[in-house]
């Protein structure tokens, strides 16, 4: 029976493993993607999109892994929470892995005009949702509630700066209506963001479930 739960609990560890390199991944994705945009380096947008074949194998194998633990296992109470928060973590990751591919593919359509405005808080609004990712992902495998919080509240900050980049976005659509269809992309780049950020907030739920059972919505 002890070797049994050691075995079980060894599984555990190397899940929570492959949730963490996945997530990594999914971080270097976001910030890749906002650096081609920035730089307007098609290469490292088409890089970007054809590693989200790898992301994708990469949550099927631990989808895999995370049913055959049930099914073998049969785990129960916060075991099996744990192993259920685990599955839904990857589909958030997942999702923002699509987000910054999608990211890339506005690199890649304005490649090589002028930037309408320079880009400071795109980049702010990514390196905030680098971060949320991963102390998303940090307090899952710590089982830290207080950081899941303290992670989700930072959402906010996504959020304004959101708002403001929209607000000035607007602005520069109606005074020159030659930068509507660049202002749009760049729209969407930022709402893109957004998402991430509200999917790292999906994390701090599953976190705050799996410690204390209790289902509550982070993303006020």
């Known amino acids: 029976m002890v070797g049994g739960r050691r075995t079980f609990d060894k599984a555990l560890r190397d899940l929570q493993q492959e949730i963490l390199r996945m997530g990594s991944f999914v971080e270097e994705t976001i910030a890749n993607s906002v650096l081609a945009l920035a730089k307007q380096d098609v290469e490292l947008a088409d890089k970007i999109i054809a590693g989200d074949d790898v992301i994708d194998e990469t949550e099927r194998d631990i989808q895999d892994r995370c049913m055959k633990l049930i099914a073998t296992q049969q785990p129960m109470a916060k075991d099996l929470r744990r192993i259920a928060a685990g599955f839904k973590i990857i589909i958030d990751l997942e999702r923002m892995a699509d987000n910054a591919c999608d990211i890339a593919k506005v690199a890649k359509r304005i490649a090589g005009q002028p930037l309408i405005k320079p880009l400071i808080d795109i980049p702010r609004m990514a390196q905030i ?41 607007l602005v520069l659509m109606m005074e020159d209506p030659k930068k509507i269809t660049q202002a749009t992309h760049l729209l969407f780049v930022a709402r893109y963001l957004e998402r991430i950020a509200d999917h790292a907030t999906n994390i701090g739920e599953e976190v705050l479930f799996l410690v204390t059972g209790e289902r509550k919505e982070l993303n006020d």
Do not use: N
């Open 129 to 169: 949702t680098q971060g949320m990712v991963k102390e998303g992902l940090d307090s899952y495998v710590r089982e830290d509630v207080d950081l899941a919080l303290a992670m989700c509240k930072r959402d906010d900050d996504v959020d304004q700066l959101y708002s403001q980049v929209f607000r000035e976005l």
